[in-house]
């Protein structure tokens, strides 16, 4: 069965840091883009992208985390990390990882929780 699963949230004060990690298993994702998502509380419609790295590493990410947040990956480990600081209220939400295309089953994201 192919599946990624998140780890690595928690609740952390304004200002903190959480490390996030997206595992995969049942096929190698190093050939793949990897995207990390969020979808902030109240939003069930949609995840917004946070961060992507493309199987070569170029990297992308959104606006709202440019200079707070790093996309790295392992693929010997066939993870992707998601390393967060400066963390804001606003960055509370759950995360989630997915290949490009992405696979079907969604993994059970992980809560991060900012808040003093």
């Known amino acids: 069965q192919v599946r990624l699963v998140e780890s690595g949230g928690g609740l952390v004060q304004p200002g903190g840091s959480l490390r996030l990690s997206c595992v995969g298993s049942?096929?190698?994702?190093?050939?793949?883009?990897m995207v990390w998502y969020r979808q902030a509380p109240g939003n069930q419609r949609e995840r917004d992208l946070v961060?992507?790295?493309?199987?070569?590493?170029?990297?992308n990410y959104a606006g709202f985390v440019k200079g707070r947040f790093t996309i790295s990956r392992d693929k010997a480990k066939n993870t992707v990390y998601l390393q967060m600081n400066n963390l804001k209220p606003e960055d509370t939400a759950v995360y989630y990882c997915?290949?490009?295309?992405?696979?079907?089953?969604w993994g059970p994201g992980t809560q991060v929780t900012v808040s003093s």
């Open positions: 997915n290949s490009v295309p992405p696979i079907n089953s």
């Open positions: 049942g096929r190698d994702f190093s050939i793949d883009d």
């Open positions: 961060a992507r790295i493309s199987s070569g590493s170029s990297i």
